[in-house]
């Protein structure tokens, strides 16, 4: 008998997600590809993070930690809660994860049982819907509209919610499209929450210090003090410091919550890397100017692309308001035909053509629940970027 490889139904038709394997086929196809497919810094990890790591593990920094994470590394957790956010936190309150998307899936796989719902407003960063799925929940996944913002309005969370609905994730500055929330947005959506209290917030804060134009920051345990005891903010030190490959993330929360996560953990990595947290300790610790000087990189790139797709006939793409990615409507070439005969029906056919014809690997805005927008991601060389948005404009002008 044969014994082939069977997958567990669990694993439903989760496959690698979508970024990765257009980042893989564009990598496959060698040569001059431009990739502005993943969300990740091009930038260095700051000097004095990695000399800190470094001396760090010289000290002896290389045994397991702690499971939900070293006391140095909480405790430059809790002050740059009290600094950023004004949250008052123990150590009780938090977990350290091998990144933010780890943190998550913990509180995803301890709370949540079989036909849970969870709210996800599109458009999403792909991954909540097969991590949820993965949990055995079941995303309810109102639409957000360029109109608002694309930010979720109370009567779209009003009309989401059910008697089995267990979290809302909500995730500002937002992947794909740079939606940020005001204090009273957030202060609106909690009025709400409280009339549901089998509801609980996570709040995905991993492009907190990405946000433009001078707005300021608002995160809903600080919103909405009320509903503090069942939030979970999530945050991390990958796209704000440009350490991506350190995966460090973390969760503060509700005691009893943390547990839960700690337990999952505890059968899964038994915690972060030691010298990866010591760098992250030596992130929030150290001179936060990094800060000021990533965004102002950022920032420039972000006009950069914007104006040069805008101008592209076809495409329309404002200035997002935080995060790293041009979220494009790309409704004008839809129902285009390409010169050699193929029709452009949707946003992954006009990937990609532009994949195949420009040699320019972009997200599909279907990968995000929002069709019809094309993601690219400006974490990358402003001279790449000029070449890019070169490429795709005279695609877009060949076009018959
Ligand atoms: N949350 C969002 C919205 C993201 O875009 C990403 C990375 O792409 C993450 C979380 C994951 O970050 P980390 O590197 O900390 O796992």
């Known amino acids: 008998a044969s014994y082939g490889f069977r997958a567990a139904r669990r694993l439903g038709g989760i496959g690698v997600s979508e970024i990765l394997a257009i980042g893989a086929r564009a990598q496959a196809m060698g040569g001059d590809v431009i990739v502005l497919a993943a969300g990740e810094p091009d930038l260095p990890t700051p000097a004095h993070i990695r000399e800190a790591a470094a001396a760090a593990v010289e000290a002896g920094a290389t045994r397991y930690a702690p499971l939900t994470g070293t006391a140095a590394l909480k405790a430059a957790i809790i002050a740059k809660h009290a600094r950023d956010n004004r949250l008052d936190l123990t150590p009780a309150n938090i977990i ?13 796989m301890a709370t949540l049982d079989e036909g849970d719902e969870v709210i996800v407003p599109a458009p999403f960063w792909t991954s909540y819907l097969d991590q949820v799925a993965l949990a055995g929940g ?17 009567e779209a969370l009003a009309a989401a919610i059910t008697p089995k609905t267990r979290w809302l994730i909500l995730n500002a500055p937002s992947n794909p499209c740079g939606a940020v929330y005001s204090a009273s947005d957030l202060k609106a959506l909690a009025a709400v929450l409280c009339d549901h209290p089998q509801v609980w917030v996570l709040s995905d804060d991993i492009y907190e210090h ?33 350490m991506t490959g350190w995966r460090i993330g973390w969760g503060a929360g509700p005691a ?10 505890s059968q899964s990595t038994s915690g972060a890397a ?39 006939d076809g495409i329309s793409c404002p200035a997002p308001d935080g995060a790293f990615y041009a979220f494009a409507d ?25 994949l195949d014809e420009a040699r320019i690997a972009l997200v599909p805005g279907a990968a995000f629940g929002s ?20 490429r795709i404009g005279a695609a877009v002008a060949d076009l018959p």
């Open 138 to 154: 079941r995303v309810v996944s109102p639409r957000m509209r360029a109109e608002d913002g694309f930010r979720l309005t109370p």
């Open 330 to 354: 790309i409704g004008g070439l839809i129902g285009r035909t390409t010169r050699s005969g193929t029709r452009l029906g949707d946003d992954r056919a006009v990937a990609r053509w532009l």
């Open 274 to 312: 030691t010298p990866s947290q010591a760098a992250a300790a030596a992130a929030l610790d150290g001179p936060q100017e990094v800060l000021a000087d990533h965004l102002a990189v950022f920032d420039r790139r972000r006009r950069l692309v914007t104006a040069g797709l805008d101008a592209i």
């Open 210 to 242: 990405i946000i433009y134009d001078g707005r300021r920051f608002a995160t809903m345990a600080e919103a909405a003090p009320d509903l503090a005891d069942r939030v979970l903010t999530v945050n991390g030190v990958s796209k704000a410091y440009a």
């Open 371 to 390: 069709p019809g927008h094309l993601r690219l991601s400006f974490a990358a060389a402003d001279e790449v970027l000029r070449q890019a948005i070169e």
């Open 256 to 265: 009893p919550l943390i547990q839960a996560m700690a337990a999952v953990q």
């Open 96 to 108: 350290v994860g091998s990144g933010a998307k780890q943190v998550i899936h913990n509180a995803l």
